[in-house]
């Protein structure tokens, strides 16, 4: 086999371990997306009564299975009751407290079945003689132990969990490097 022959098998390894990363990329892409939301990301509000998400999908609703959590700059939960899913808009009434940076984390269950979570960051700026709301030391609705996601905060474009995108590079990689080793033991076999 000449070198021109072990380079097309290199080649088609190669095509071959893309087509696998992108297939991984377009199942990790059929779940929903964050549309928009409202308060936007990094906005200031003077006032405001809900928090209302809107996806690209219409998420399912199974119970316990939407979250919206919206946490004050003292910790405390400010959310007034469980979030109510109309389509693809998942909607948490609110009595904000205090002024400063409010963190909204939120997990829905993606309409391709798949749990999808993510956080925003928001701030109150109240006007005149607000009063404020006084919170409450646990979440209304959901697991307290759910932690902010740091490493997404205050980018809504960040909400989908990248492991299926993971999985599909990882099952990528693995099958190019496979493909091509099986390549050149070949090349070097027929050469021999
Ligand atoms: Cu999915």
Same mark, same amino acid.
């Given at each position: 086999m000449s070198a021109r022959h072990r380079i097309a098998a290199l080649a088609a390894a190669v095509g071959l371990g893309a087509v696998l990363a992108i297939a991984g990329t377009g199942a990790a892409s059929a779940h929903d997306a964050l549309e928009s939301t409202d308060p936007a990301? @990094?906005?200031?509000? !003077?006032?405001?009564? $809900?928090?209302?998400?809107?996806f690209s999908g219409d998420p399912l609703g199974a119970d316990g299975a939407t979250?919206?959590?919206?946490?004050g700059p003292d910790k405390r939960y400010y959310e007034t009751a469980c979030p109510d899913l109309n389509g693809p808009a998942v909607a948490s009434p609110v009595a904000l407290g205090p002024a400063g940076d409010y963190e909204v984390l939120w997990r829905v269950?993606?309409?391709? @079945?798949?749990?999808? !979570?993510?956080?925003? $960051?928001?701030t109150y700026a109240p006007t005149g003689s607000a009063t404020a709301a006084a919170g409450s030391a646990t979440p209304l609705c959901g697991p307290a132990a759910a932690s902010p996601p740091t490493d997404v905060a205050n980018d809504p474009n960040m909400q989908t969990d990248s492991s299926t995108l993971w999985i599909g590079l990882g099952i990528g990689a693995v099958v190019l490097i496979g493909v091509g080793v099986g390549a050149w033991a070949l090349a070097r076999g027929r050469k021999g």
């Open positions: 990301s @990094g906005a200031t509000v !003077s006032s405001l009564s $809900a928090v209302t998400l809107t979250v919206v959590q919206v946490i269950v993606s309409s391709d @079945g798949h749990p999808i !979570s993510g956080s925003y $960051a928001f």
